[in-house]
């Protein structure tokens, strides 16, 4: 069966600090990996997607990476996090179509 | 990026209560889809659909998909505590998916 696994599922950060959060997916091959972050009870902002291992579409203009060394791991990295990176991270993968399944989600708070 | 606006944004009813909630945008979607979400978890996807004017059911749940593929509705029947969550709306090309704001719906008890 498929399954998303994201980690880790929650994180205090300081101003300026480095960031790695990671997902990684089973159960299908060749997937399109997407990171979001959401607002607190509001919809999601698409960040990052990757139709192929090192094919990186970049979104929305920030101090965020992202990087896919393996056909089913997906990495959203930053240098130096902000205030406003602060959210609820989502991983999520699709095959054919729309988005099918979403990971449980890493929430980072930024101080 | 084409805009998904969705209302209310929150609905508070009584259990076997009905509700609607509505998702509207300016853009004709070759498809939508509708996601529910419970605090602190990612959206779980509940249905796609496709056609104009097409209606599904799951459950006590009904979907309706616009005319004009521009907007959505979702309507709950007799809510239970279990139907409480954020009701997301989202569509577009399937690489760049665009989520509307949600519902948040409270069912009482």
């Known amino acids: 069966s498929q399954t998303i696994h994201q980690w880790p599922a929650t994180l205090v950060q300081p101003v300026g600090s480095p960031l790695s959060l990671e997902c990684t997916v089973e159960?299908?091959?060749?997937?399109?990996l997407y990171w979001y972050r959401q607002a607190a009870g509001r919809g999601l902002q698409l960040l990052f997607y990757s139709v192929g291992i090192g094919q990186i579409s970049s979104e929305v203009p920030q101090n965020l990476s992202a990087s896919r060394p393996q056909d089913r791991q997906f990495i959203l990295s930053s240098k130096k996090l902000l205030l406003s990176d602060s959210g609820f991270y989502l991983c999520a993968w699709s095959v054919a179509g729309p988005i099918q399944f979403f990971g449980p989600g890493t929430r980072l708070t930024v101080l | 990026t084409q805009l998904l606006e969705q209302s209310p944004q929150f609905l508070s009813i009584q259990e076997g209560e009905n509700l609607t909630v509505y998702c509207n945008s300016s853009?004709?979607?070759?498809?939508l889809q509708w996601y529910r979400q419970e605090p602190g978890e990612g959206p779980v996807l509940l249905v796609t659909v496709v056609t104009g004017g097409e209606v599904k059911k799951l459950k006590r749940l009904t979907f309706q998909f616009g005319d004009a593929r521009k907007d959505s509705s979702l309507h709950i029947t007799a809510a239970q505590p279990g139907d409480t969550g954020l009701y997301l709306c989202a569509g577009g090309p399937d690489y760049k998916l665009s989520f509307g704001a949600g519902t948040t719906v409270t069912v009482r008890a």
């Open positions: 159960g299908t091959s060749n997937p399109n």
């Open positions: 853009s004709v979607f070759s498809s």
